[in-house]
């Protein structure tokens, strides 16, 4: 059925484990999530990127994970992630899409608090939740970089005053982790993510899961992180699947590749420990 990420982020917050977003970016990618999914009976946070438009635009998206999510026998949200325009988040919220991302991020926090406090009121009005980020999430080819300096690492006492001033209902935390892929593992800060969670009522979300780490994420989802997000790892698995197998038919080539996507959620599931 298709849900909000209010419940399932409720009980995640309780059991101390995270649900995992899985990005999809076509019908066969979200078909492979959410009949995964299924086979294990756990909640799905199935997300569709803005950045993913090239690929399918949002129509088809909101077709697709509307008719995919309705007629699942488990939990499934249905989610925008990294909107980044207002416009466009309006309009998956008005497609129907249950969940949205409003990544102002980059923005001043002033004007972080803004936009993501607009997108939240119009989200409520129509019965979607918001999840809006904190401390920016780099790319994994600047981590480097980022080991160097405290300052992309989300402050707390912001992220508590973020949280009450907008009234999202989630928050992206920045404690280590990158998009894409790593050279080496990150170093994540659970002692900041304690004590952001220690002050912050709303479920924490993680992105950059891909190539995190198993027992980083593990860790993650026992500290306080309700929803990580993997993108990269379906890919990559995807790819992995077809040079081991060298399919030489395009029907086996994406049943090799729906196999590793269906295999990495199955791991990641276990990972997080999603009831
Ligand atoms: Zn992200």
């Known amino acids: 059925m298709l849900v909000t990420t209010k419940e399932m982020f409720e009980k995640a917050q309780k059991g101390n484990y995270a649900i995992p977003a899985a990005n999809f970016f076509d019908f066969n990618s979200a078909r492979t999530y959410v009949e995964t999914a299924e086979k294990l009976n756990k909640p799905l946070i199935l997300a569709f990127a803005q950045a993913h438009m090239e690929e399918i635009s949002l129509e088809e998206a909101a077709l697709v994970g509307k008719y995919l999510a309705e007629k699942a026998t488990v939990p499934v949200a249905l989610h925008l992630d990294h909107g980044q325009d207002e416009n466009i988040i309006k309009q998956a919220i008005d497609l129907g899409f249950s969940s949205v991302m409003i990544d102002a991020s980059q923005d001043p926090i002033v004007k972080n608090i803004k936009r993501s406090k ?82 912050v009522a ?74």
């Open 118 to 199: 607009d997108i939240a009121e119009y989200a409520h009005q129509h019965g979607v939740v918001v999840e809006a980020e904190i401390g920016h999430v780099g790319t994994g080819n600047s981590y480097e970089f980022k080991e160097t300096t405290d300052t992309i690492y989300t402050e707390v006492e912001e992220t508590a005053r973020f949280a009450v001033e907008t009234g999202v209902d989630s928050l992206a935390v920045s404690i280590g982790t990158a998009h894409g892929e790593y050279k080496g593992i990150p170093k994540i800060s659970f002692e900041r993510l304690k004590e952001i969670s220690n002050v």
């Open 202 to 275: 709303i479920p924490l979300v993680l992105h950059g899961g891909s190539s995190s780490g198993d027992e980083n994420l593990s860790k993650c989802a026992q500290g306080g992180i309700s929803k990580i997000n993997i993108f990269t790892d379906f890919i990559v698995a995807g790819m992995k699947s077809i040079e081991k197998h060298a399919p030489t038919d395009l029907f086996s080539l994406r049943k090799y590749v729906n196999e590793a996507m269906a295999e990495t959620l199955t791991h990641y599931y276990e990972v997080f420990g999603t009831k």
